[in-house]
């Protein structure tokens, strides 16, 4: 099994930042990917960023594009999301996720941090 659990979400004001951070534990050496979605109020579900567990890959949203950046810390089974120049469109829950290797989709989520961004 596989536990997610996010932190570091809160209210900041339009242009500031945050920094959410994902704790796993469980089967993480069998963890392909990882990821960050968000969820705004009464939308779908969308993907941020991706990481891949064994290299440096990464993978962007247009939205999160030069803007965001994922990292992660495999000896601490954890993962980042650096959140700079938010804008209120970037309100939404957040929650990380993993995908096992030799899997297609993402099988394991955290319970979301909500991060509101507004002045």
């Known amino acids: 099994q596989v536990h997610l659990a996010e932190s570091g979400g809160g209210l900041v004001q339009p242009g500031g930042s945050l920094r959410l951070s994902c704790a796993a534990s469980?089967?993480?050496?069998?963890?392909?990917?990882m990821g960050w979605f968000r969820q705004p109020s009464g939308k779908e579900r969308e993907p941020v960023a991706y990481?891949?567990?064994?290299?440096?890959?990464?993978y962007y949203s247009d939205s999160a594009e030069g803007r965001f950046t994922i990292s992660k810390d495999k000896a601490k089974n954890e993962m980042y999301l650096q959140m700079n120049s938010l804008k209120p469109e970037d309100t939404a829950v957040y929650f990380c996720?993993?995908?096992?290797?030799?899997?297609?989709?993402?099988?394991?989520w955290g319970q979301g941090t909500q991060v509101t961004v507004s002045s």
């Open positions: 996720a993993a995908l096992m290797i030799g899997y297609t989709q993402f099988d394991y």
């Open positions: 469980g089967r993480t050496n069998n963890f392909g990917r």
């Open positions: 990481i891949w567990w064994d290299d440096d890959s990464t």
